[in-house]
């Protein structure tokens, strides 16, 4: 089943196509593997840092920069083009199909470049969204902290302010893509006396040395994608605070939002592929004719139906002007817990050959491995499957709260 989006839309699909065939240079699509399934085991990153400096990514990238195509969604007046969800659903539809890199700015693009369009100021705007797009900031989330995961309204990183700066002073954690990043987007407390969601702040604070040193944490699967960040006394303009002093529980919000919704209409499309090579693995494994994992496959292809409809009821209520809410906990529980239980599958079908890891420096896991062990990492990170759970009984269905132990 697909959608019917009208003429206008079916003409914008046809340009986007042709565009991409006319400006895509050749042999991009083979550089990487730009459509592989979403897996944090932090393997994917290496592959594509190598492929993004090859001049042919640079010349693409440097393409999509005059069209506007790095991140079209954001208003024209701050370097995009104001693309409706729609027409950036049916964009990346295409790109996928081509096999090529959509080029993206990471968690500015898909997190802090969206809570700025909602909660900034036309100068925070001006200022913070261009320099997303080309590339000069690049953020990572500093959220969690050692002691508050789930609790994020517990944050105790400080914000004093000082004069017309803000000083930042505390320790945050599991921070993806830190060794990546110049920027980071934190939740901080401003406010002690406040009751908890009521004093915070969101602020955007240079992520380097001096103020800010961090440590690589090691992950179940060898990589390491995220580390511990120490920050010591970082000083800001209060220009850098978002959404104003004290109201950051309402912008982290917004980022949520948009960080459990993720690219809910193609996402499915990495899984089905996914999928299928687990479907060609059993049958190497002579296992496609038992009949226990042949339920198992089902299981999982139903599971990536699921996601792809849940896509396209995303895309209807986006076409009638609704914006991600408690909805997108549907959304990532789906794929998390599908991805899960697909690692769980795909061991059982190599059987004991998944006991055997290649030799090799860094604790390298084969593809397989791999999933079963990164995948599980899925139902932790942007809020755990229980804490979605509760977004979905409560705010989504409106089910009575369930009882909280008292702190
Ligand atoms: C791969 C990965 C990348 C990450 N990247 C980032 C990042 O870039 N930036 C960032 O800020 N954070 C990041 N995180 C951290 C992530 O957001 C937290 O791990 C997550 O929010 C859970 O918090 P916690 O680890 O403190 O666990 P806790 O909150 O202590 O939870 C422990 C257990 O208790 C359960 N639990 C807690 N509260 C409730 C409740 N109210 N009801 C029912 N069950 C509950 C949880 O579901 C979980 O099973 C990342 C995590 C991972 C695994």
Excluded at 29 to 39: G, I, K, P, Q, R
Excluded at 200 to 220: A, D, E
Excluded at 249 to 276: D, I, Y
Excluded at 336 to 346: D, P
Aim: glycine content about 10%; hydrophobic content about 40%.
């Amino acid at each position: 089943m697909d959608l019917d989006l009208g003429p206008e839309i079916a003409q914008f699909r046809t340009r986007t196509r042709d565009w991409i065939a006319a400006n895509a240079p050749d042999g991009l699509s083979e550089l990487a593997d730009w459509n592989m399934a979403v897996t944090a085991g932090g393997y994917r990153g290496e592959e594509l840092a190598i492929a993004a400096r090859d001049p042919r990514y640079r010349e693409w990238e440097s393409r999509l920069s005059q069209a506007r195509l790095i991140c079209p969604q954001w208003p024209a007046e701050y370097g995009g083009q104001g693309m409706d969800g729609v027409r950036l659903a049916v964009l990346n539809e295409e790109f996928h199909a081509a096999g090529v890199p959509r080029v993206r700015r990471g968690m500015g693009e898909s997190l802090v470049g969206p809570s700025i369009i909602v909660h900034g100021t036309d100068e925070q705007r001006a200022f913070f969204l261009p320099r997303i797009i080309t590339g000069e900031d690049a953020y990572c989330q500093g959220f969690s902290e050692p002691d508050h995961g789930s609790d994020l309204a517990g944050v105790e990183t400080k914000a004093e302010v000082d004069g017309d700066e803000v000083v930042v002073t505390g320790t945050k954690v599991w921070t993806s893509g830190a060794a990546r990043a110049n920027m980071m987007f934190a939740l901080c407390r401003s406010d002690l006396d406040a009751p908890k969601h009521a004093g915070l702040s969101y602020i955007l604070f240079p992520f380097k040395p001096p103020g800010v040193t961090y440590q690589p944490i090691k992950q179940l699967s060898g990589a390491s994608e995220f580390c511990q960040d120490f920050i010591n006394g970082v000083r800001v303009p209060l220009f850098n605070v978002i959404g104003g002093l004290n109201n950051g529980w309402k912008v982290a919000m917004t980022t949520l939002s948009h960080e459990r919704g993720g690219a809910v209409t193609v996402q499915h499309l990495g899984f089905e592929r996914e999928f299928w090579e687990l479907v060609e693995t059993a049958r190497k494994h002579a296992k496609n004719t038992d009949p226990l994992v042949r339920q198992d496959l089902a299981r999982a292809y139903t599971g990536v139906q699921m996601m792809r409809f849940n896509g396209l009821r995303t895309l209807a209520q986006t076409a009638q002007g609704q914006s991600p809410g408690p909805e997108s906990s549907i959304t990532k529980l789906l794929w998390s817990e599908y991805h899960k239980k697909l690692g769980e599958v795909a061991i059982g079908i190599v059987g004991t050959d998944a006991l055997i890891r290649p030799d090799g420096p860094n604790y390298p896991t084969t593809e397989w491995q791999n999933v079963f062990l990164s995948a599980r990492a899925g139902t932790i990170y942007s809020g755990t499957s229980e804490i979605q759970r509760n977004i979905i009984a409560e705010r989504a269905l409106g089910l009575p709260k369930e009882p909280r132990a008292a702190s």
